[in-house]
């Protein structure tokens, strides 16, 4: 049984080593990681958040529920547009157990290139809400949470949140 791991796990902030093999077991994991985030009303997660510190993670694209699963995904390209939207992390919690939200302005838009679970190359443009959470994802593979891409201020203010559950 996976669980998830929390902000102020080093796990979260280790970059991960890339998958070499496509085996039951990982296939087998990321079957729960998916249950995992629909149960908890997620999009997305990453390996990291299960305490693994492998190169993969499953997402939702919320407006048609198709579901990715990425085995070492990689931006190979980010759009010079950006957007401002609201994130969150199951990683993330406050005091009342849920995530905290910020403000995080990302590119618009990524091409993404990962290997799926049948062992199939796929690339995909994606913008919107799906960049969005590809970029999040992608993020924890590398050590990164959304709170780093906030201002200091702003970082200090959302980690009071967290710090208040974790005590």
Known sequence: MLQMKLCGDLV???ECAP???ITPELLSTMDEMVEMMRAQNGVGLA???VGILSRFLVMMDPDSETV???IN???VSRGAQTCT???GCLSVLGNDGLPVYANVTRPESVIVEWTDETGAAKMAEMSGVPARIVQHETDHLDGTLFIDHLSPVRREMLMRKVKKFKK
């Open 85 to 87: 939207m609201e994130e």
């Open 47 to 49: 390996a990291p958040q």
């Open 73 to 75: 995904p990689k931006i």
């Open 12 to 14: 979260l902030r280790t």
């Open 19 to 21: 998958v070499d093999n």
């Open 68 to 70: 990715f699963r990425m």
